[in-house]
């Protein structure tokens, strides 16, 4: 059976793996892996978006035109 670590015991191995290198590598590579899912998610939402105002016969175009109206 393993022995139970006391609360200062936790605290201090916390603080020495925060410093290690090898620990901010990987928290490093989780963060660019979670960005780039966001990142997907996101485009397919835009998809979706876009298939809709496409099937409600709304264009680019015509979204642009309102754009540069607006601008004025």
């Known amino acids: ?3 139970q ?3 200062t015991q936790v605290e201090i191995e916390i603080e020495k793996l925060q410093k290690s290198p090898l620990v901010k ?3 490093t590579e989780e963060r660019l892996k979670r960005k780039r899912r966001n990142y997907l998610s996101l485009l397919k ?3 979706k978006k ?3 105002l ?3 016969g709304i264009t680019l175009e015509e979204l642009k035109r309102i754009d540069k109206e607006m601008s004025i």
């Open 1 to 3: 059976m393993k022995k």
């Open 5 to 7: 670590l006391t609360d």
């Open 25 to 27: 590598l990987a928290m």
């Open 45 to 47: 939402w835009y998809e």
């Open 50 to 52: 876009g298939k809709e």
């Open 54 to 56: 496409a099937d409600a």
